[in-house]
């Protein structure tokens, strides 16, 4: 017990705060979603600021012998989650510096809860043993569910995913006339999915490298026939579609779950909202709906399931703004994205997430 009092349980780097025992990263206090195995790797990484860690000791530390994964796999899936959650790039790295063939190495300063930097962080009392639990019981889980729904997957018949499976986020269909739901409605339900520790979004990283290995541009309309592709190509298990439709006064929002190899229909959802101002309200709802119907457990959805407007903003315009600086800052255009950060956070004082 002595031991646990004196290590760090709050290590901050840049505008993040990690707890380690809570398993949680904050963002100005805003609590960001991030798996349990990124977490894991984040953790081995802030015990060594500034060192060279191996992906074969990534691999003791997260991935024991026993557990029978694909390593590699999972450690590139493992670092582009954790990147796209510190809003980190590979080729521009704030935090997390790739060493070819070698591993990473976390570049940025870390303090610890007293202030003071740290250049061993002092966790692996703690991180170390809650992962190997949880790595064994997740493949235990994965290999099971694999060898009972396998031919089911096959059959055509499935309507459930397992939390391996990968999904690949499009556009919404905007036939409104309104231009304040393009791309908005995408950036609202991204938060939404990411929000599950059971659902895995395909990073925005992965789906660009996607793109530029297809030949179009990273900019590209992610319509059905483009998200299908993707999600061929990066071994992905579904991709989601929506559309927002003005019915009379009301919106009608759908969200439909498509199998990337076969193409059937694994889940629809669909809400209305009275008014513009009651959209993200039923984005909120038909995001819900789709995470239970693609085998979300009740228990987890009641948990990690923040209302929408909690976890970003109330308003369209701000949340517009907010998914606009995106498309500059992914080409590293920061001049670009920074005025669209501020419209926001002008917009709405309160947008934790654009500040």
Avoid at 91 to 102: C, H, S
Avoid at 208 to 233: A, D, I, S, W
Wanted: proline residues 5%; glycine residues 8%.
């Amino acid at each position: 017990m002595g031991r646990e009092a004196r290590s760090p349980a709050i290590l901050r780097f840049g505008t993040f705060e990690v707890d380690v025992r809570a398993g949680e990263v904050r963002r100005q206090g805003v609590r960001i979603k991030l798996q349990e195995q990124p977490f894991h790797v984040l953790t081995v990484l802030l015990q060594r600021p500034g060192e060279a860690v191996t992906r074969e000791e990534l691999r003791n530390e997260n991935w024991p012998a026993d557990t029978f994964v694909d390593f590699d796999n999972s450690l590139n899936t493992a670092i582009n989650k954790l990147r796209e959650a510190l809003g980190d790039s590979a080729d521009n790295p704030r935090f997390i510096e790739t060493l070819p063939r070698r591993g990473y190495r976390f570049i940025a300063p870390v303090i610890g809860v007293d202030g003071t930097a740290r250049g061993t962080v002092g966790v692996s009392a703690v991180a170390p043993t809650r992962s190997r639990k949880i790595v064994v019981s997740a493949a235990v889980v994965v290999l099971t569910a694999r060898m009972a729904g396998g031919l089911i997957w096959r059959a055509r018949q499935a309507r459930r995913l397992t939390e391996k499976d990968t999904i690949v986020l499009g556009d919404f269909v905007n036939s409104t006339g309104d231009a304040v739901f393009d791309g908005t409605l995408r950036e609202g339900l991204s938060v939404e999915l990411e929000q599950s520790p059971f659902l895995s979004l395909l990073s925005e990283e992965g789906i660009h490298h996607t793109l530029r290995m297809m030949g179009q541009p990273t900019n590209v309309r992610l319509g059905p026939e483009v998200v299908r592709e993707v999600c061929q190509r990066t071994s992905s298990a579904a991709a989601l579609d929506g559309s927002i439709a003005l019915i009379g006064t009301r919106y009608n929002l759908i969200l439909k779950a498509v199998h990337c190899a076969s193409g059937d229909l694994l889940a629809s959802s669909q809400a209305q909202a009275n008014d513009k101002s009651h959209v993200l309200d039923a984005l909120g709802k038909v995001a819900s709906e789709m995470r239970s119907k693609l085998g979300e457990s009740l228990s987890s959805l009641q948990k990690y399931n923040t209302p929408l407007e909690q976890a970003t903003t109330p308003s369209l315009e701000a949340l517009q703004a907010y998914s606009l600086g995106f498309k500059p800052l992914w080409a590293n255009d920061y001049a670009a994205a920074l005025p669209l950060f501020q419209r926001a956070t002008e917009l709405d004082p309160n947008f934790a997430m654009a500040y």
